[in-house]
């Protein structure tokens, strides 16, 4: 039995203050020219230095108390962000200080790879190692990219963004969904790219299933040097082919973020926008899924069933293989 429930993620910073140890710590040994940290602490200087994403997921662990208390489980939820705190290291030792002694994790990611994925797992095992002895044995809860506590919303707030497109060009709009694009080298190891466009896919033919509306899968938020070919293509150069072809109108879907965070702030809401009204093109943003009651609802499913207890909705609506409750050793390396 477990008797905690661990809500991990990426973490951002939450102030002026926090940029720089943030910047540093998701760097680290990666040798990136300080040039280039300058130019990424001053999108966030644009915020006030605060990413949504911590808060959101503050949100998701109140709101998912209350749906599980619902449910009549009792055990506590706990947070561990990989580059703030709460630092999963020491969320860890606080859960061991409460006498948690096993715990299932759950990662805001629900797509398969080595970022998003297993060194997650690898964040908490190394915390867990350094907790020592007494640290509650953690085991991962499965990835959950066709669930339709994320589909069922995300199609909702598709939906609603194509009706904020001018009606005379609604009709005509481009479905645009975006996801963090990753290294070849690292898509190729991995069920990522094709669980994005399962997901995708689900959504699309819920918001249109007539298939009247074109539908493109693009990517965001790629770093690094231009000769590693990472996933393409990037959502400014598709919105400029777009724009060559005749489109006036995209909607887009942040599919690959279920979580609001600072790189749709930035990378769809600030420079995608902007490149659209540049190629005066429409432009418009669905919502993520993180506030809707069926996300949490989803995430209280994927507990009760690796608990054995009942769920509320199917485990899944697409045809990729579901993942295994637990991941194989080899699997999505880096």
């Not at 008797?3 to 910073?13: H, I, K, Q």
């Not at 096993?102 to 797509?111: G, H, I, K, Q």
């Not at 069920?191 to 399962?198: D, F, T």
């Not at 993180?290 to 009760?304: H, K, T």
Request: glycine letters at 4%; aromatic letters at 6%.
């Amino acid at each position: 039995m477990y008797d905690a429930l661990l809500l991990v993620s990426f973490g951002g910073p939450e102030s002026l203050d926090e940029i720089k140890p943030f910047l540093e710590r998701i760097t680290e040994g990666k040798n990136i020219p300080s040039d280039r940290l300058e130019e990424i602490a001053q999108r966030y200087k644009t915020v006030a230095g605060v990413s949504p994403l911590n808060a959101n997921i503050r949100n998701i662990k109140k709101n998912l108390e209350i749906e599980i208390k619902n449910r009549d489980i009792d055990i506590p939820i706990f947070i561990g962000h990989r580059n703030v705190e709460p630092l999963i290291v020491n969320t860890v030792n606080e859960m061991k200080e409460s006498g948690v002694t096993r715990c299932l994790a759950w990662l805001s990611s629900p797509y398969s790879s080595y970022s998003s994925c297993r060194q997650y797992t690898e964040n908490v095992e190394n915390a867990c190692s350094q907790v020592g002895i007494g640290a509650p044995q953690i085991e991962q809860i499965r990835r959950h990219h066709d669930h339709p506590g994320l589909i069922e919303p995300a199609a909702q707030y598709l939906r609603l963004a194509i009706e904020d497109i001018p009606s005379e060009r609604r009709n005509e709009v481009v479905l645009l969904f975006s996801a963090h694009s990753l290294p070849m080298s690292m898509a190729q190891t991995c069920r990522y790219e094709a669980e994005i466009n399962e997901a995708a896919s689900l959504v699309a033919n819920k918001v249109d299933p007539d298939k009247r509306l074109r539908r493109e899968i693009v990517w965001q938020s790629r770093s690094g040097p231009p000769s590693v070919p990472w996933l393409e293509p990037d959502i400014n150069d598709k919105l400029e082919q777009l724009a060559s072809e005749g489109v006036k109108a995209v909607a887009v879907s942040p599919i690959g973020f279920p979580i609001e965070n600072f790189e749709i702030l930035w990378d769809l809401d600030f420079e995608a926008s902007n490149k659209a009204s540049s190629l005066d093109m429409s432009f418009s943003r669905a919502e993520t899924v993180n506030n809707d009651p069926r996300f949490i609802s989803m995430i209280a499913d994927l507990l009760c069933e690796r608990t054995s207890r009942p769920t509320l909705a199917a485990a899944g609506l697409g045809t990729l293989k579901t993942s295994p409750e637990k991941c194989e050793k080899d699997c999505c390396p880096n």
